[in-house]
Nanobody, 126 residues
């Protein structure tokens, strides 16, 4: 099994920044894509960003493109989400997700991800 643990959430004022981290452990394997999704109260869990195993392919939701940056450190089995210029509408629980080993291509589809973290709350005040 693979465990994902997110850290770095919190309360921030509009215009501020936060950096989320997600560490993978267990039978992690290699060559797996990772992504971030978010879920606001009463809404679906939506795609935010995704990254390939090698880091050369990155996808972003239109709503965060230019403000958020996804990156990863494979030596640490960790993926990051740097969030700048935060807006109140970014408030949500943020979930880290990983595809299974050898599925190195990232996607924007929730059902393509095999493992999920418990989520970390991000609250942006106006």
């Amino acid at each position: 099994q693979v465990q994902l643990v997110e850290t770095g959430g919190g309360l921030v004022q509009a215009g501020g920044s936060l950096r989320l981290s997600c560490a993978a452990s267990g039978r992690v394997g290699s060559s797996y894509a990772m992504g971030w999704f978010r879920q606001a109260p009463g809404k679906e869990r939506d795609f935010v960003a995704a990254i390939s195993w090698g880091g050369g392919m990155k996808y972003y939701a239109d709503s965060v493109n230019g403000r958020f940056t996804i990156s990863r450190d494979n030596a640490k089995n960790t993926v990051y989400l740097q969030m700048n210029s935060l807006k109140p509408e970014d408030t949500a629980v943020y979930y880290c997700a990983a595809r299974a080993a050898r599925k190195s291509i990232p996607t924007m589809t929730r059902d393509d991800y095999d493992y999920w973290g418990q989520g970390t709350q991000v609250t942006v005040s106006s």
